[in-house]
């Protein structure tokens, strides 16, 4: 499973790609908005941290056809990387069709359902965003039934889709993930802080440490 930071915060960007383990950046108009700058810089920043072989999701913010068209255009036009990010809406999906068909990536953000994924594999989109988060505040425990549905129907029909687990809290929701065969987790920096983390992994260290001073061994 790939693995994404969601953040626009370069500074937490930069720290997660030095670890080794991040395939791609995911942001939105919400994180846009804390940088305080303005999004082509936000997102050009961005691009210069990350490999070749990774991609930055980057969202439009009109919401009909043809102004979803042109953003988007604006969007895939900076880099390669560049996967637009576009809710599944009406209008979204008709803008997917069209601009997938032109060869640009789209992420269809904004899933709740199987149904509108199955829309979003069908228009062509790349990746395709389920919100687990979200759903799981709206309806308790339901996010994860959601994404096992989207992916079997994937699978059902070899939809070349990827699946990208998104809106996730916690450490759970990014085992969930990987449990479920989700394509991509996208994870805050916070959460990703926390996957190498483990109370009895301290609690070992500490002891190994301590038995070794005792010891009053060198490495040579």
């Known amino acids: ?3 994404f930071i969601d953040s626009a915060d370069s500074q937490e960007i930069k720290t997660a790609w030095d670890w080794g383990i991040i395939d791609g950046v995911t942001t939105n108009p919400s994180l846009a908005a804390k940088a305080g700058r303005p999004y082509s810089e936000v997102a ?4 210069d941290i990350l490999g070749q072989d990774t991609y930055l999701s980057l969202e439009v913010i009109a919401t009909d056809v ?3 068209m042109q953003q988007a255009k604006q969007l895939s036009s900076m880099d390669s990387r560049v ?3 576009i809710p599944c809406t ?3 999906v008709q803008a997917t069709h069209r601009l997938s068909g032109e060869g640009t990536l789209v992420n269809m953000t904004l899933v709740f359902s199987p149904a509108q994924a199955l829309l979003a594999a069908k228009a062509g989109a790349f990746f395709v965003s389920p919100f687990v988060g979200r759903l ?3 309806q308790e425990g339901s996010g994860n039934n959601t994404v096992a549905e989207i992916i079997n129907i994937f ?3 070899d939809f070349a889709s990827q699946v990208l687990y998104s809106s996730v809290r916690d450490v759970r929701h990014v085992e969930d993930a990987a449990i479920l065969g989700a394509d991509i987790a996208t994870v805050p920096f916070k959460v990703l802080q926390k996957l190498v983390e483990h109370p009895l992994t301290d609690k070992g260290l500490d002891k190994f440490l301590a038995d070794w001073d005792k010891a009053g061994l060198t490495l040579t």
């Open 136 to 138: 799981d505040d709206a």
């Open 44 to 47: 050009l920043q961005i691009l």
């Open 155 to 157: 699978d059902n029909y």
């Open 1 to 3: 499973m790939k693995l």
């Open 90 to 92: 009406q209008a979204g």
């Open 66 to 68: 043809d102004g979803i």
């Open 83 to 85: 996967v637009v990010k």
